[in-house]
C-alpha cells in the first residue's frame, strides 16, 4: 500500500473550515484514499473515502488532485468536538490490510 | 452503521497471568477482522488479521504465542495477551470490514501491574 505523508499537527478556530493535506504520490490506480480521526482513547472514527472524484458527506468532503498524489479532508465549520487526530489511509482494492500513518493532530481552539 | 463492540474497555491484571480481548461485529458479519495497539502518543500499529475458521495472520514482529487469536464465528474475534508483562500495558483496537470500509471497536485499554 502507498505511504502517507500528512503534518503532524494543525490549528484551526472554531466555526471556520479546516483543511487537513495528505501526500500519497506513490499511490496506484486501484487504490482508495480513507480519512479516519481518532478522539483521545477511541477507536478510529470512519470519515469518508474516495477513489479519484471528489466525495462529499455530511461530515467532510474530499478533494483529490487530478493526478491522485495528494488529497485534502475539509471539515467545513469545525468546532472544539472536532479536535482529534486525522489519519489519511490509502488501501488497495483487493488488500485487506489497513496501515496506519503518523496522523495530523487538528486542535480547534475557541 | 455498522457497529463494532469491544469488551472490556479497560483490564488491569497482574504480570504473568492472561488476558482476553472480545470483538464483536454487532449488525454485519467479518470474515476478516483486525486487532491494532496503540502506545501512548503513537500512531496505531497493526498485530494480526484474523480470518474466521482458519489462523490468523501475524505482522512481523509480533509473537504469534504471546497474543493468541481466535476467530470462531462471523461475528467474533478474541485477542488473548498470555502471560502478560508490564511492557504489554497498551491500547488494544480491533476492527473488521464493512460494506464502507473499516469500522474500530472502542479500544481496551490493558494495564499489567
Known amino acids: 500500500d502507498a505511504k502517507t505523508t500528512q503534518p503532524p499537527s494543525m490549528d484551526c478556530a472554531e466555526g471556520r473550515a479546516a483543511n487537513l493535506p495528505c501526500n500519497h504520490s506513490?499511490?496506484?490506480?486501484?487504490?482508495?484514499v480513507y480519512w479516519y480521526r481518532q478522539i483521545h482513547s477511541q477507536g478510529p472514527q470512519y470519515i469518508i473515502h474516495?477513489?479519484?472524484n471528489n466525495e462529499t458527506n455530511e461530515m467532510a468532503s474530499l478533494i483529490i488532485t487530478e493526478d491522485r498524489k495528494s488529497s485534502t479532508l475539509i471539515l467545513p465549520h469545525a468546532t472544539l468536538r472536532d479536535t482529534a487526530v486525522y489519519y489519511c489511509?490509502?488501501?488497495?482494492?483487493?488488500?485487506?490490510?489497513?496501515?496506519f500513518g503518523s496522523g495530523t493532530k487538528l486542535n480547534v481552539k475557541p | 452503521g455498522a457497529v463494532v463492540s469491544q469488551h472490556p474497555s479497560w483490564v488491569i491484571c497482574k504480570s504473568g497471568t492472561s488476558v482476553k480481548i472480545e470483538c464483536r461485529s454487532l449488525?454485519?458479519?467479518?470474515?476478516?477482522m483486525f486487532w491494532y495497539r496503540q502506545f501512548p502518543k503513537q500512531s496505531l500499529m497493526l498485530m494480526a488479521t484474523?480470518?474466521?475458521?482458519?489462523?490468523?495472520?501475524?505482522e512481523q514482529g509480533v509473537e504469534k504465542d504471546k497474543f493468541l487469536i481466535n476467530h470462531a464465528s462471523l461475528t467474533l474475534s478474541t485477542l488473548t495477551v498470555t502471560s502478560a508483562h508490564p511492557e504489554d500495558s497498551s491500547f488494544y483496537i480491533c476492527?473488521?470490514?464493512?460494506?464502507?470500509?473499516?469500522?474500530f471497536g472502542s479500544g481496551t485499554r490493558l494495564t499489567v501491574v
Open positions: 476492527s473488521a470490514m464493512d460494506s464502507y470500509g473499516y469500522t
Open positions: 506513490t499511490i496506484s490506480g486501484n487504490e482508495y
Open positions: 474516495g477513489l479519484k
Open positions: 489511509i490509502v488501501r488497495g482494492y483487493n488488500f485487506n490490510k489497513f496501515y
Open positions: 449488525d454485519f458479519q467479518a470474515t476478516t
Open positions: 484474523s480470518n474466521e475458521g482458519s489462523k490468523a495472520t501475524y
